[in-house]
């Protein structure tokens, strides 16, 4: 197989403009945050109707400063889902929280219901992550956040131009404090690494502004105007999570095609679907009514007491037949630094750790051609095919 012809999982969607951009930034003398981070930040704002955006380094950065200026003690509990990345995690780790697992529905996000189980008095906050673009269902966590004062930070790392009642991931109107976006290379919009975390306050605005800078206080941005471009105050140890322009840029332009990215991926979800609908031994990813997908993952789950393949042995069959395919995410029960604290009881999910072993993301990204989706869903179809078990007969003599 000649490697022009592999089919990768994720290939960014990078045009001449976002290179003119970047090309323009280095040209310009200024090269870290500044004019073209300030216009990122407007068009995002625009884009997801935010009151407030701030263009952090990344997703993880920005879920580390949300639960940061939520001013988290030592013992305070936040909830998350095990099916996730191991950031969304460590992040309230970091905030000196303790984050606490509920488990996930049918469509693999947060239950709302497993999450109310969880509540203590201790628990400050919730964290619910829109899996591979899927909006959760934030009605149940908002009412839960608003019954027990919880704080609600989004994970919409996978969640850019997706909607829930037709209302932007990160619009204002919506109740979260803050919604924490990432453009990782493989991620719908990308500046190879970045994040922006949106909000409705402009306290937790101010407050992440100056933790993502050192800690340098908006008081001394006037004094600094005041005393000289030389001074500076510091007002708590903050973090370096700021954006340059030199990415900004890439985002900028990323975001103007946006919306085209989403069309490109709804069809090519739409295709697989049309093409893998009557193929018994998996079940397809589902859109949900009053939500808009942003299908940054089209991920499959596999029947798998109707083939004789596990998950890895159907990963390596298609990569040997050209295909690249991964798995969101292994949850974080099963990562080697967690499973202690995951072992206790009040973490228990064992929804999300029946559903991993089924769980495929085949190759998803606005490049993907109708001819390589046709390709992809036929090397499925047929290595499912040629891995169907014999139906069992239940003859009571056989
Ligand atoms: C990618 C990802 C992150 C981390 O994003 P970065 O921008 O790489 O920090 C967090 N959560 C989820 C669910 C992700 O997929």
Known sequence: MNSSSYISFSVPDIGEEEIAEVVATMRSGWLTTGEKTAQFEKEFREYTNARQSLAVSSCTAGLHLALTALRLKPGDEVITTPLTFCATITAILHAGATPVLADVDADGNLSPESARKRVTSKTRAIIPV???????????????????????????????????????????????????????????LTTGEGGMVTTGSADLYEQMKTLALHGISKDAWNRY?????????????????????????????????????????????????????????????????????????????????????????????????????????????????????AE??????????????????????????EDEVRRVAAIVKQTLHNARRAKKSFAPCA
């Open 130 to 188: 829109h899996l591979g673009g899927l909006p959760c269902e934030m009605d149940g966590i908002w009412r839960l956040a608003e019954e027990y004062g919880l704080a609600v930070v989004e994970d919409a790392a996978h969640a850019v131009g997706a909607c829930y009642h037709d209302v932007p991931i990160g619009a204002s109107s919506a109740p979260s404090d803050v919604v924490a976006f990432s453009f990782y290379a493989t991620k719908n």
């Open 225 to 341: 105007s005041r005393e000289g471009n030389w001074f500076y105050d510091v007002l708590e140890p903050g973090f370096k999570y700021n954006l340059p322009d030199l990415l900004s840029g890439i985002g900028l332009q990323q975001l103007r095609r946006l919306e085209s990215f989403i069309a490109a991926r709804k069809r090519i979800a739409d295709l697989y679907r049309e093409l893998l609908a009557d193929v018994d031994e998996l079940e397809l990813p589902r859109e949900r009514a009053g939500r808009r997908h942003a299908w940054h993952l089209f991920a499959i789950r596999l029947n798998l007491e109707q083939i004789n393949l596990d998950r890895a042995e159907f990963i390596e069959s298609l990569r040997k037949r050209g295909i690249g395919a991964s798995v969101h995410f292994i949850p974080v029960p099963l990562l080697s630094f967690f499973r202690p604290w």
């Open 344 to 369: 206790l009881p009040h973490n228990a999910c064992p929804r999300a750790l029946a559903l991993y072993p089924r769980l495929v993301s085949l190759p998803m990204h606005s490049r993907l051609t």
